[in-house]
């Protein structure tokens, strides 16, 4: 109770209020001593005097903090517009002022950790471009030497068998260093996403034709569905590497005979694409981490997945502010729903 009256405006609202009582107590005890004619009229008239000063002292007292309190909103959001500067004042003493140095104070724990998030992009950054340049020159040259093998051991099969083995590990390898780089790029903020409208039927085609040889080859087919005049308004390159992951998931768990299909549609507000095949399906106990990066169900029979692709077209939907969602019955097929915001504007 003790700690309301430490601050200043307060203490004087009560003291001043306590001297309008006082005075309307010392006007009120001549009238009721010398029993003065219409005594009674006379202390109403006094009473309402000292309600009116009351109601103006409160008045003035709680316009004042409506005032404070309107500032310190204004600075809130103007730091929440974008000005890490700003600082609420709290030159004062009570609970009220108190609120704004915790305020204060998170502001600038906020800013610290704003200014350590960018020096750690900027080191990430650094570290992935250097990784980078480091990766590709082995990566190449083995590349090279294989190949050399392979044209040396045309008539002898075992090294030839080998070096093909070889050479799919070095793929793998290689599909791994640029997930991996990927999705660290996207983590760290460093990807510019270059959006224009694009035709869904156009970029589901791309991808068909990217597939369309191993389809073939496996006996597979790659059907498309939806309207030919969707747009998306969209970054072409990520989108297409978010839909051929999922394409690449399907044809992994899919049998000769088997279909995957690329669906889309154009809702009010929603851009959906859909990929859904009629293959093994996934493990009830599985669905909630496909996402995961590196996951691997002990039920899987893909034994080449590196558990990244997910992982990476997840973090390219989210990256379009997008939501990706799977479903899946065992034995009947999966389905990975993507759902895009509209964009509000002219594709002209």
């Known amino acids: 109770m003790m700690k309301l009256f430490v601050n200043r405006k307060i203490k004087l609202l009560f003291c001043r209020i306590l001297l309008c009582i006082f005075v309307f107590i010392l006007g009120s005890v001549p009238f009721a001593i010398f029993s003065v004619k219409n005594a009674a009229y006379y202390i109403i008239i006094e009473s309402l005097g000292m309600g009116a000063a009351v109601l103006i002292l409160c008045y003035r007292y709680f316009s004042e903090q409506h005032r404070i309190m309107e500032d310190a909103i204004s600075q809130i959001a103007e730091y929440l517009s974008g000005n890490k500067e700003v600082m609420i004042e709290c030159n004062d003493e009570g609970e009220l002022f108190r609120l704004f140095y915790e305020v204060n104070s998170l502001v600038s724990i906020l800013n610290a950790h704003v200014e350590n998030e960018k020096s750690t992009k ?30 040396e051991a045309e008539g002898i099969p075992a090294i030839l068998e080998f070096s093909l083995l070889s050479e799919q590990e070095l793929d793998r390898i290689e599909t791994l260093v640029q997930n991996l780089l990927k999705i660290t790029k996207l983590d760290a903020g460093m990807i510019v996403l270059e959006k224009s409208f694009e035709s869904v039927a156009e970029l589901a085609e791309s991808v068909k034709k990217y597939f369309l040889f191993r389809a073939e080859q496996e006996g597979k087919e790659i059907v498309l569905s939806g309207e030919k005049e969707a747009l ?117």
Request: aromatic share 10%.
């Open 122 to 151: 900027k080191f990430l950054k650094r570290t992935i471009s250097d990784i980078s340049h480091q990766l590709k020159t082995p990566l190449a040259a083995l590349n090279i030497y294989n190949g050399i093998i392979q044209s």
């Open 232 to 348: 998306f308004f969209c970054d072409r390159s990520w989108i297409m590497e978010a839909v051929s992951n999922l394409v690449k998931n399907a044809l992994d768990h899919t049998e000769k005979g088997d279909f995957i299909c690329i669906e889309w549609q154009v809702f009010a507000s929603v851009v959906q694409i859909t990929i859904k095949d009629n293959g093994s399906g996934i493990c009830p106990e599985d669905l909630h981490h496909i996402f995961k990066r590196f996951y691997r169900s002990r039920f899987s029979k893909d034994m080449q997945g590196l558990g990244l692709g997910l992982s990476l077209t997840k973090a390219i939907v989210e990256a379009h502010n997008g939501t990706i969602e799977a479903d899946s019955t065992l034995g009947i097929g999966t389905s990975f729903t993507m759902n895009f915001l509209t964009y509000q504007g002219s594709p002209i």
